[in-house]
Structures are given as structure tokens and as C-alpha cells.
């Protein structure tokens, strides 16, 4: 089995910055694509960040500039580095991999979701 465990969450200000991260465990042969998801209370969930396993990235227009994502491919681990947060960022935020399990074959799973809060 596959675990994607998100952590770093929170409440803070306008402004302020919060850093995520999302660890792999389990059977994990390989991790292609990792990205970082959101979804606030009566919205769709919306891709924010995406990097591939050699490194390149693509944001959404909503937080291009502001957000980070990088990756720790010995670590199995994903992260958003998130500055200058307003409150339209308040979301669940969703880790995705596309990971070569047991199976060996590529899978998707998603993490369990953290919140994040912004207050005006």
C-alpha cells in the first residue's frame, strides 16, 4: 500500500506564508508527476502547483509568483512554499502523485488533505 501524508497546514494572517509538504511511504518504486490541489467550501477542486520528476513546474494564474512547489526525489516528497497568502486561499490543499507501486505499474493516489486558513 501507498500513503501520502500531508502536513504543514494552518491559520494565519494576510500576507503571511505557510510551507506544505507531502511524504510518499509505502510501496513506492517511482513518482512521475506530483502537483498540490485545492478546494474551498462549494467550489471545484482546482490544481495549484504541478512539477514533473526532473523538475518543471507549472501554477495556476492565481498564485503564480506567490507559491513554490518543489521536490525531494530521495525523500519521496512534494512541497508548496506559499508567500503573500490572501484570503482567497483558504482551501483544503490535496497532495497527488502519480506513483509506480506494487503493481508496477503507474497509480494515482491522493493525500488526505490539510487545511489552510487565511484570515482577512
Known amino acids: 500500500q501507498v500513503q501520502l501524508v500531508e502536513s504543514g497546514g494552518g491559520l494565519v494572517e494576510t500576507g503571511g506564508s505557510l510551507r506544505l509538504s507531502c511524504a510518499a511511504s509505502?510501496?513506492?518504486?517511482?513518482?512521475?508527476?506530483m502537483a498540490w490541489y485545492r478546494q474551498a467550501p462549494g467550489k471545484e477542486r482546482e490544481e495549484v502547483a504541478f512539477i514533473t520528476h526532473g523538475g518543471t513546474t507549472r501554477y495556476a494564474a492565481s498564485v503564480q509568483g506567490r507559491f513554490t512547489v518543489t521536490r525531494d526525489n530521495a525523500k519521496n516528497t512534494v512541497f508548496l512554499q506559499m508567500t503573500t497568502l490572501l484570503p482567497e486561499d483558504t482551501a483544503a490543499y490535496f497532495c497527488?502523485?502519480?506513483?509506480?507501486?506494487?503493481?508496477?505499474?503507474?497509480?494515482?493516489?491522493w493525500g488526505q488533505g490539510t487545511q489552510v486558513t487565511v484570515s482577512a
Open positions: 497527488y502523485a502519480n506513483i509506480r507501486d506494487h503493481t508496477l505499474s503507474f497509480q494515482t493516489y
Open positions: 509505502g510501496s513506492v518504486y517511482d513518482i512521475d508527476d
